[in-house]
């Protein structure tokens, strides 16, 4: 992560991935639930030709696509426990969260955060705010359009920090969850329904791949 630019900002993967119960079309890295999106997303935008299945070469593929994209992949919900064993970020409870704010300013190439999913209880952004409350600090808003794209001004506290540079800007953006249990929200956006009306082949997921083309 020390050469990344960019921070891709999820929850938590699915129970299976903790347990190793995989399926065939499951990659073991981030992301690689065969019932996921983003890396269909990232394959069609990129056309990096991504082998979906549990074996190593899968794996390398999207560490190679990563680095060489600077691109980083944090999931801020270190743990947390499930009365129902299922993917949804609103069942999660007993959250124990990563230090996303310490991770910013460790590692200051990171200039945005591209969080997989909105401010919607339990999501990315929603527990993101929660740290930043701690720390005195809050997101300002630059568009509240899907995707929403806020900016925060983190404190430097290096010593070397020159008299004019006292705060860094954090680009973040919420892009649509790349998740099945997202369709209906946007299924409800008039901007799918336009896209929609125009274009009867025209599905969720090149959706996604017209939101993220731009922030990726």
Same mark, same amino acid.
């Given at each position: ?30 992301? =690689? ?7 269909? %997303?990232?394959?069609? !935008?990129? #056309? *990096?030709? $991504? ?84 720390? =005195? ?7 509240? %359009?899907?995707?929403? !794209?806020? #900016? *925060?001004? $983190? ?62």
């Amino acid at each position: 992560m020390e050469k990344a630019t960019k921070l891709i900002v999820g929850t938590l993967p699915p129970p299976r991935f903790t347990t190793g119960e995989l399926k065939p079309q499951d990659v073991d890295f981030c992301y =690689g639930s065969c019932n996921g999106q983003l890396w269909p %997303i990232l394959d069609s !935008i990129f #056309h *990096l030709g $991504l082998k979906y299945e549990t074996t190593q070469e899968a794996v390398d593929q999207r560490k190679q696509f990563l680095m060489k994209n600077k691109i980083g992949v944090c999931d801020i919900v270190e743990s947390a426990e499930r009365e129902k064993i299922d993917a949804s970020d609103l069942g999660m409870q007993n959250v124990v969260l990563r230090d996303l704010v310490g991770y910013l300013k460790a590692y200051d190439n990171i200039e945005t955060l591209l969080f997989m999913g909105g401010n919607s209880k339990n999501g990315p952004e929603y527990f993101f705010r929660k740290q930043l409350k701690e720390h =005195g600090l809050k997101l300002k808003v630059v568009s509240d %359009i899907v995707p929403r !794209i806020h #900016h *925060l001004e $983190l404190p430097i506290t290096s010593s070397s920090a020159s008299v004019r540079a006292q705060s860094r800007t954090i680009k973040t953006v919420s892009l649509t969850a790349p998740s099945g249990a997202a369709n209906r929200a946007v299924g409800s956006l008039q901007a799918y329904k336009d896209l929609k009306n125009k274009n009867p082949e025209f599905n969720t997921l090149d959706f996604r791949v017209m939101q993220y083309r731009e922030f990726f």
